[in-house]
């Protein structure tokens, strides 16, 4: 089955700093890479997602790259402030079901 | 849309209770997801189905887990008998298919 890793498992900031947040992944035919925030005691919610036939998707501060080839996408987070502090997870599919990653904890400090 | 719905939020049971954690996808939503959140594995998915049907429970960890989705609005997780290592927050999450997948604000429970 797919297996997805993601790092680092935490990553510290100052605000107005950018953050990166890198997964790799092993199914090939995957083509679906979406990125999830879960902030404490809610369920993720989806910020940004990339397709297989696409390599680069922007929404305002957040960017998501990918690189088929490679089999590893990433998440920039630019300009980061307070309420970017949460739990960030990588995921990916094949049109129905998500594999995740292991999650990363993101601190912006100020 | 309110979302998807669960219930309920929180739940403590003692071992060996039977624990019934409810679901309603978001309306139009023809897939849905069980997912299980703990520190040690993550998020794992448990089973999803579409238009009514399971169609992969790889992820359901014994047969003391069992879920159903008797129409498209309501679907059940049960655990029977429940043990602490079941301990964990569950998700349910629904999709249209097109890989947008939408969670629920979760179930925590604890089993003592």
């Known amino acids: 089955g797919e297996n997805v890793e993601q790092h680092p498992s935490t990553l510290s900031v100052q605000e107005g700093d950018s953050a990166v947040i890198k997964c790799t992944y092993s199914?090939?035919?995957?083509?679906?890479f979406p990125w999830y925030k879960q902030e404490l005691g809610k369920g993720p919610q989806l910020i940004i997602d990339i397709r297989s036939n696409v390599g680069e998707k922007k929404d305002q501060r957040i960017a998501v790259t990918l690189n088929k080839t490679a089999k590893h996408f990433s998440l920039h987070i630019t300009e980061t402030q307070p309420e970017d502090s949460a739990v960030y997870f990588c995921a990916v599919g094949d049109g129905n079901k998500l594999v995740f990653g292991a999650g990363t904890i993101l601190r912006v400090k100020s | 849309d309110a979302g998807v719905i669960q219930s309920p939020r929180h739940e403590v049971t003692e071992m060996g209770q039977e624990v019934t954690l409810r679901c309603k996808p978001i309306s139009g939503h023809d897939y849905l997801f069980w997912y299980r959140q703990t520190m040690m594995r993550g998020l794992e998915l448990l089973i999803y189905?579409?238009?009514?049907?399971?169609?992969?429970d790889s992820g359901m960890p014994e047969d003391r887990f069992s879920a159903k989705m008797p129409n498209a609005s309501f679907s059940t997780l049960k655990i029977q008998p429940s043990e602490p290592r079941d301990s964990a927050v569950y998700f349910c999450?629904?999709?249209?298919?097109?890989?947008?997948?939408?969670f629920g604000p979760g179930t925590r429970l604890t089993v003592l």
């Open positions: 199914d090939s035919a995957s083509n679906y």
């Open positions: 999450a629904s999709s249209q298919g097109t890989g947008f997948v939408f």
């Open positions: 189905f579409n238009n009514n049907v399971p169609i992969d």
